[in-house]
Each structure stands twice: as C-alpha cells, then as structure tokens.
C-alpha cells in the first residue's frame, strides 16, 4: 500500500506562483510514475501533469496544454516527493489538486490508470 500526501496549497492572486508537493510514503516501487491531477467546482478531474522515472533519472515528463509554459513537475528521490511549480497562476487554474501514482510506470493521464491517490490540496487564484 502507498500513501500519499499533498501540500503547498492556498490563495495567490492571478500571476502568481505556488509549489504543491507529493509525499509518499509505504510500499515504494523502483520504477514507476505519478501525476498531478485538478478538479475545479462542476467540472470533471482534469490531468495536468505527470512524470515518470526509471531507478537512476527522470525518464519523461508529460503536460496538458492549459498549463505547459507555466509548470513543471520534478521529484526529489530522497525524499519520495514530487513537485509541482506553477508559474504565472490564472484564476481558471483554482480546483482542487490531487497527486495520484501508477504502479506500471505509466503516466497516469486517465484517472483510470492510477492505482493510489493522495486527498487533495486546494488552489485558489484570485483575479
């Protein structure tokens, strides 16, 4: 079993930045790939951004096309987390985020295909 815990949420004004974070923590996996996944009032869960690695490197990153430019996903292996930097922060960016992990090292682009889920961190852009 996994767990995983998000954090870095909270209320910035349109332009702004904030970094969320992904702990795992549990039975871990030498290779595999995560994701980072939003979902704003109304609307379905949406992929934002995902990664995935071998035991060495990063092997490959993958964005949706509302927030490539403005994010980046990394990981820190030592510490089982995985980020995401969001840049120049707009209001139809405020949901709720959720990391989720894929045991197959497959980037979990559908919901679907991701095996565990952290509880969500809210955003709130402001205008």
């Known amino acids: 079993q996994v767990q995983l815990v998000e954090s870095g949420g909270g209320s910035v004004q349109a332009g702004g930045s904030l970094r969320l974070s992904c702990a795992a923590s549990?039975?871990?996996?030498?290779?595999?790939?995560m994701a980072w996944f939003r979902q704003a009032p109304g609307k379905e869960l949406e992929f934002v951004a995902g990664?995935?690695?071998?035991?060495?490197?990063?092997?490959?990153?993958y964005y949706a096309d509302s927030v490539q430019g403005r994010t980046t996903i990394s990981r820190d292996s030592a510490k089982k987390t995985v980020y995401l930097q969001m840049n120049n922060l707009k209001p139809e960016d405020t949901a709720v985020y959720y990391c989720?992990?894929?045991?197959?090292?497959?980037?979990?682009?559908?919901?679907?295909?991701?095996?565990?889920w952290g509880q969500g961190t809210q955003v709130t852009v402001s205008s």
């Open positions: 990664l995935k690695w071998s035991a060495w490197s990063v092997v490959n990153t």
């Open positions: 989720a992990l894929n045991s197959r090292q497959v980037i979990p682009t559908r919901s679907s295909w991701a095996d565990f």
């Open positions: 549990g039975q871990t996996f030498s290779t595999y790939a």
